[in-house]
């Protein structure tokens, strides 16, 4: 597909979603073009209900940039089937308009062969990201060797990345595993080649672990982020007891402006992947059967879309 073709497939997108059918770069120096649009994958997990070439489709009529493509256990692609089925979901999903160039993984060690699979095929294809699994403190050791075990296996993964040309994230993610505290993430990012592996950064979980001190993970880490997540969430009383509910962009305890402005300070402008966690008839939990229409699905992607747009551009 042409880039004109492409550009008026998106351009109409735009102006609706009414039809209920169906490229990331580096992080750069943002200067004077700091209230452009924002690049906004799909995460194509909430997409797991339509073959390759409808999630391209839908992904570009809405105007997003393109798919953040499921590699892993349940996911979009089998990681066993990564040598014949990659290939095919790239090219189906481009053929369809849109484009992918990050992938989620459960990459976590070059001694596992499918690991090392996923990579090599991902480098093929052209992914230029992909997102690797959580890491879990082991009980046999204490914290600090645990850290130090999984910074060493970063750094070999690192070395298989630029035999691959493509970058591997470390994602934060609030909880138990390694990476609830950011600075658990620069930990295992410290001996690994910056250019080949770097922070996927979730500023969610950020806050939901953080609270207000959310700004100084950004901070630390603004040198290592190579991709960020965007969803939303707020604590509320379930059952009398306080618990995580996730909701659409704006309408939880994100702070998203300040964040904006935080990244547009430090000049970064990261390729986005786009989650929505919360009630989507089973989509948000990456269901191949959902129990609502489609379009109810498609009109929360285009929301949400349309928010992240507008919030980055008013930061």
């Given at each position: 597909m042409?880039?004109?073709?492409?550009?008026f497939i998106k351009n109409t997108a735009l102006a609706s979603v009414a039809a209920p059918v169906a490229s990331c770069y580096l992080p750069k120096n943002i200067s004077d073009q700091s209230n452009d649009a924002i690049d906004v994958h799909i995460f194509s997990k909430h997409l797991q209900f339509l073959n390759y070439k409808e999630t391209g489709q839908i992904t570009a009529e809405l105007g997003f940039a393109?798919?953040?493509l499921t590699v892993r256990p349940k996911g979009h692609v089998l990681p066993e089937r990564v040598q014949t089925d990659l290939a095919v979901a790239?090219?189906?999903i481009a053929g369809s308009g849109s484009s992918c160039e990050m992938i989620t993984t459960a990459i976590s060690d070059i001694n596992n062969p499918m690991d090392v699979d996923v990579i090599t095929e991902a480098g093929k294809s052209g992914i230029k990201y992909y997102r690797s699994n959580w890491f879990s403190y082991m009980e046999e050791i204490s914290l600090e060797e645990s850290l130090e075990h999984y910074r060493?296996?970063?750094n070999q993964l690192g070395k298989l990345n630029e035999?691959?040309?493509?970058?591997?994230?470390?994602?934060?993610?609030?909880?138990?595993k390694v990476g609830a505290s950011v600075w658990e993430v620069k930990k295992i990012l410290e001996s690994a080649n910056p250019k080949y592996f770097g922070a996927q950064y979730d500023i969610r979980h950020a806050v939901a672990e953080g609270g207000k001190s959310w700004p100084n993970g950004v901070k630390l880490l603004k040198d290592k982020i190579k991709t960020i997540v965007l969803k939303d969430f707020m604590w509320g009383e379930v059952d009398g007891e306080w618990k995580i509910?996730?909701?659409?962009?704006?309408?939880?305890?994100?702070?998203f402006k300040k964040y904006f402005k935080l990244l547009k300070s430090y000049g970064l402008k990261p390729p986005v992947s786009l989650h929505l966690e919360y009630p989507l008839g089973g989509a948000e939990k990456g269901r191949f059967e959902i129990s609502v229409d489609k379009s109810v699905v498609y009109k929360a992607m285009k929301k949400?879309?349309?928010?992240?747009?507008?919030?980055?551009k008013e930061s």
């Open positions: 042409n880039l004109n073709r492409r550009t393109g798919v953040d790239i090219k189906d060493k296996k970063v035999e691959n040309n493509i970058i591997g994230c470390y994602q934060n993610h609030s909880g138990t509910i996730n909701v659409p962009i704006g309408d939880g305890m994100v702070d949400d879309l349309t928010k992240v747009q507008q919030l980055w």
